[in-house]
């Protein structure tokens, strides 16, 4: 037993976020948070928790890596023959959280998936390394394997397959841009008065913005 759960806590004292710290687009403000989490030496900021919801309505996440952020969206990257990719398709809605802890931080952002073009997805994998490339033949993700060795097995036939030449794009890879109607700015404040600043988007495409309570 945990014991101690009922009492782990920490006094959140960083900072604040008032609404005049606020840039009009909430894209460009993510940016912003975003360069003081890689400032601040934060590991991977670009790590982020992606909510999905399965045809059958169970809920579902895990940590993958923003690979990209427009004014159109936030980009990722995965097999789309996975638990994510078979929710996605179900249920394009879905939601992502930026957890940056050491600055009393996070974001959240609610929208609709889309896959991205496939000349998307083939300029970003020829970047990938190349291990990585491999790992994306060799494992089919969220499916059961009877054990590392097998998958080691697959790693080394795929790799045997490709060399000496350019790893293709495996045809159940791909990728996903979130097109985001909300987005939640989260600094954490002494006495659990955290200040949670939220902008939303509007019918004529632009945004507003209002306070909830912590």
């Known amino acids: 037993m945990l014991d101690d759960l009922?009492?782990?806590?920490?006094?959140?004292?960083?900072?604040?976020?008032v609404e005049?710290?606020?840039l009009p687009d909430p894209i460009a403000m993510f940016e912003k948070w975003y360069a003081e989490a890689r400032v601040a030496g934060i590991h991977e900021p670009n790590a982020m928790v992606v909510a999905t919801v399965?045809?059958?309505?169970?809920?579902?996440?895990?940590?993958?890596?923003?690979k990209g952020v427009g004014d159109d969206g936030f980009?990722?990257?995965?097999n789309?023959?996975?638990?994510?990719?078979?929710?996605l398709a179900a249920e394009p809605r879905c939601a992502l959280?930026?957890?940056w802890h050491p600055l009393e931080r996070q974001v959240r952002v609610e929208g609709v998936a889309e896959p991205l073009p496939r000349a998307d997805v083939e300029m970003y994998f020829a970047v990938r390394p190349r291990g990585s490339q491999l790992g994306a033949w060799a494992s089919?993700?969220?499916?059961?394997?009877?054990?590392r060795a097998d998958l080691?097995?697959?790693?080394?036939?795929?790799?045997?397959?490709?060399?000496?030449?350019?790893?293709p794009v495996p045809e159940e890879w791909g990728g996903y841009l979130v097109r985001p109607h909300l987005l939640e700015f989260w600094q954490g404040r002494p006495g659990r008065m955290h200040d949670r600043l939220v902008y939303r988007r509007t019918d004529d495409g632009g945004w507003t913005t209002e306070r909830l309570a912590p």
């Open 152 to 167: 080691q097995a697959a790693y080394d036939e795929v790799e045997a397959r490709f060399e000496g030449q350019p790893v």
């Open 97 to 99: 959280l930026f957890p």
């Open 6 to 17: 009922a009492s782990a806590r920490e006094n959140y004292t960083r900072g604040g976020l």
């Open 54 to 66: 399965a045809a059958d309505g169970a809920p579902s996440s895990r940590m993958v890596l923003l």
């Open 80 to 87: 789309q023959a996975s638990r994510k990719g078979s929710d």
């Open 75 to 78: 980009r990722f990257f995965t």
């Open 20 to 22: 005049s710290d606020l």
């Open 140 to 147: 089919h993700q969220s499916r059961v394997v009877a054990g």
